[in-house]
C-alpha cells in the first residue's frame, strides 16, 4: 500500500465520528479501516464493492457522482467517486463526526 493511502486512511481512522473508511483503486483493488466492531473490515470491503456498482449505474445515466451520501438514521455513508472507478469511502456516525473534518479528509482523499 503506498503511503498517502496508508496516511489517509490512519487519518480518516482518528477522526472523531468515523466508523470506517476505505479507498477503491483503479486496479478494483479495495483498502480498509474499520474502527468499529458493528462493521468489520471485510463487511465495509462488500459494502464499497456494492457502492460502486451504485455509483457506476448512476454515472452511466449522466447523474453526477463526484459525492455521494446516503444517509440512514443515525450514520451516513460518504463517497468521493473520480473517473476510472477510484473511490474513498467514510461510513460516519451522524451525531459524533465533525461536519468539517469530514469535508477536509474527502478533500484530501488521495483519489
Known sequence: MNEAISSWLEQAAKCRGVLACGLRKADRS????????EFPDQ????TIRKLFE???ALQQNQIPTDR???TFETTQLICVARPGGVM??????KETASAAEIERLLASAPV
Open 30 to 37: 479495495l483498502t480498509v479501516k474499520s474502527n468499529s466492531a
Open 68 to 70: 455521494v451520501r446516503w
Open 43 to 46: 463487511q465495509m470491503e462488500q
Open 54 to 56: 451504485a455509483v457506476y
Open 88 to 93: 474513498a469511502v467514510l461510513f460516519v456516525n
